[in-house]
């Protein structure tokens, strides 16, 4: 016997809903031909047009090597061009090409409809505070890193 009964844990809860989201949004970003990270990508690129691939990273909630990657892949795809910064040669500024754009909306419209989905099986009040209990989680593990 452990400790804290399995399902006790909130981490377990929270995890179990993290891969439900996920799933939902996989599926509903896989017309767009992009995977969640990638679509994360392209959407912060559409409201921060020339972010470094570091910046990016942290706004997504990845390792820079992980983000390289998903640039590299996305990149190669014409979705997104990286150009040096004009100052700093070795930065990389990254932004969206038309298709890239394109390819952003069309998942975008999908994984809105997931989160729309979500929230309507909440009222508002519980809503805010889910959003609110979820912050203290995050806060609560943060300070523990």
């Known amino acids: 016997m452990t400790s804290m009964p399995v399902e006790e844990r909130i981490g377990s809860h929270v995890k179990r809903a993290e891969q439900a989201l996920l799933g ?14 990638q679509y994360a990508a392209l959407l912060w690129l559409s409201e921060k047009p020339g ?6 990273a942290r706004l997504c909630g990845v ?18 061009e990286r150009t040096p910064h004009e100052l700093h040669r070795n930065v990389l500024e990254t932004r969206l090409t038309d298709e890239g ?15 729309r989905r979500l929230a309507a099986a909440f009222t508002a009040q ?3 505070q889910l959003i609110g209990l979820l912050g203290r989680c995050a806060r609560v593990l943060d300070d523990l890193r």
């Open 51 to 56: 972010i470094s691939a570091a910046a990016l």
């Open 101 to 115: 754009r394109s390819a952003m909306e069309m998942a975008d419209a999908a994984a809105v409809s997931v989160e």
């Open 63 to 80: 390792t820079p090597p992980t983000m390289n990657t998903v640039l590299k892949n996305l990149q190669e795809r014409g979705l997104i």
């Open 24 to 37: 939902a949004k996989n599926a509903a970003v896989k017309p767009a031909a992009v995977t969640v990270p």
């Open 126 to 128: 519980e809503r805010e």
